[in-house]
């Protein structure tokens, strides 16, 4: 007598219908379907640099001019580049020191190399305007006309102290999740 | 060769990204099956506007040709709005 075979044939082995595979490779399908990026970009700028920050917006702009949804998320230094002007009061000690020793705003950006204590930023500034090249506050004004998200880290805003009223307008405060949601559906990523 | 088109920027003297993004906006205002030319003296205008084509769905570069405008070589490029 056979002993060994009861397990398998305790419930008969069909084969699935065709509703059955149907339903399952739809499944699958709409699994898949989450999985694909959207035609996003998002960009951390972490810098204050003004080079750097041009770079990210000659990004950001020409990526929505390609027809791409474009996020950026400014922390760190990069919230300087949103920095409209300088309040000391209700701030820490540290806070206030901070404040004072970096830039007011974006006019104000060092370069990441050869700043000479602000005098290499103004000759960039001066060489990109002898060719013709768009200033960074004309980049930030062109992103914002282009529909793209910039989203201040609420957190690097708080510990470094500058107030949303030291800030330009119409900016999202977000956090880590923010960022990831975007760059998750997202075809390239980008740390500046 | 000269083709046909339905509108014209003039992006001479623009520089990255601004012949791209300028050239975004007026397609916008075509018609689908219309074409846009763009003369442009920014040299990497050639490969983003190749770039463009290949990435969006709405656009298609018809045409690119390089002229000699006042001494300097302008790139001119007909990109058509698809859909």
């Known amino acids: ?192 | 060769m000269s083709l046909g088109f339905d509108k014209l920027l003039d992006a001479r003297g623009l520089n990255c990204p601004m012949p791209l993004v300028n050239a975004r906006k007026e397609i916008g205002k075509l018609d689908p099956g219309q074409v846009l030319k763009v003369v442009a003296t920014d040299r990497g205008s050639v490969a983003d506007f190749q770039g463009w084509a290949k990435v969006a769905k709405n656009v298609e570069l018809v045409a690119q040709e390089t002229e000699v405008m006042d001494g300097a070589n302008v790139y001119v490029h007909y990109v058509k709005r698809t859909t």
């Open chain 1, 1 to 192: 007598m056979e002993t060994r075979a009861d397990t398998n044939t305790a419930e008969p082995s069909r084969a699935p219908s065709l509703e059955e595979k149907l339903r399952d490779l739809e499944q699958r399908l709409t699994e898949i379907e989450e999985r694909v990026p959207d035609n996003r970009v998002t960009l951390v700028v972490f810098s204050g640099d003004l080079d750097r920050a041009l770079a990210a917006f000659i990004i950001a702009t020409g990526a929505a001019a390609m027809g791409q949804q474009v996020s950026m998320f400014f922390t760190f230094w990069g919230l300087s580049v949103l920095r409209k002007g300088t309040e000391l009061s209700d701030k820490s000690t540290f806070q206030k020191m901070m404040a004072v020793m970096s830039p007011g705003s974006s006019a104000g950006l060092p370069v990441s190399k050869m700043n000479y204590f602000g005098v290499g930023a103004k000759m960039l500034r001066s060489m990109m305007k002898a060719k013709n090249v768009n200033s960074l506050e004309d980049m930030i004004s062109l992103a914002r006309e282009l529909g793209v998200r910039m989203i201040a880290c609420e957190m690097s805003r708080d510990v470094m102290g500058i107030k949303e009223s030291e800030l330009v307008g119409g900016l999202e405060c977000g956090g880590v999740a923010t960022f990831l949601a975007d760059s998750l559906k997202s075809r390239t990523s980008l740390f500046i």
